[in-house]
Structures are given as structure tokens and as C-alpha cells.
Nanobody, 124 residues
């Protein structure tokens, strides 16, 4: 059974930083594309970033809104994917989800396994 568990969310002031973690089990981590998405109240779930393994091409993609501020990375030995978020803005406030799929894609429906989400709140 695939399990994804996010952690690291919290309350931070604008301009601050947070690092989210997504610990995985039950999937072939080195063959998966791992994505981060976020969903603000009343809005759709939006793509944030995705990383695929070297066996899948080693691709990394970011949403334009986070490019240059967020960094996605993966530790294959720990089967964990990270999202380092710097220079946070109030508009980054959302529940952040990690997801596992077979290809690096920006569409949430491409992913078949999801974590429970972690709240990130950025105060102005």
C-alpha cells in the first residue's frame, strides 16, 4: 500500500522560509515522479513542482509563480521528497500536498497517490 506523509508546514511571516518533507512507502521511489501541489480555500489544486528520478530522465519543473523561490529535491535512500520554500508570500498560503505518479506532469489527475496535506500559512 502506497503511503505519502507530508510534514513541515506551519505559520511563517512573509519573506521567511519553510521546508516541506514527504516521506513515502510502498512505491518504487526511484521510478516515480513526485509532485507538490497546493490548494487554497475555494480554489483548485494547483501544480507547484515535480521531480522525476534519473531513471525517468531526472526532470524538474516548477510553476512560474514559485520559480526562483522554491526548490524540489529527492533523497532516494530516504525515499523522501522535499520542497524548500524561500521568500514566502501571503499568496503562497495553502494546503500543500505531495503526490506520486509515473510521469512528471502538471495535471493533478495524472497522479494516483496523494498525501493528506500540510498547511502553510504566510502572514503579511
Amino acid at each position: 500500500q502506497v503511503q505519502l506523509v507530508e510534514s513541515g508546514g506551519g505559520l511563517v511571516q512573509a519573506g521567511g522560509s519553510l521546508r516541506l518533507s514527504c516521506a513515502t512507502s510502498g512505491l518504487s521511489f526511484s521510478w516515480s515522479a513526485m509532485g507538490w501541489f497546493r490548494q487554497a480555500p475555494g480554489k483548485e489544486r494547483d501544480f507547484v513542482a515535480v521531480i522525476s528520478s534519473r531513471t525517468s530522465g531526472g526532470s524538474i519543473y516548477y510553476a512560474d509563480s514559485v520559480k526562483g523561490r522554491f526548490t524540489i529535491s529527492a533523497d532516494n535512500a530516504k525515499r523522501t521528497v522535499y520542497l524548500q520554500m524561500n521568500r514566502l508570500k501571503p499568496e503562497d498560503t495553502a494546503v500543500y500536498y505531495c503526490a506520486a505518479g509515473s510521469v512528471p506532469d502538471m495535471k493533478p489527475q495524472t497522479y494516483n497517490s496523494w498525501g493528506q496535506g500540510t498547511q502553510v500559512t504566510v502572514s503579511s
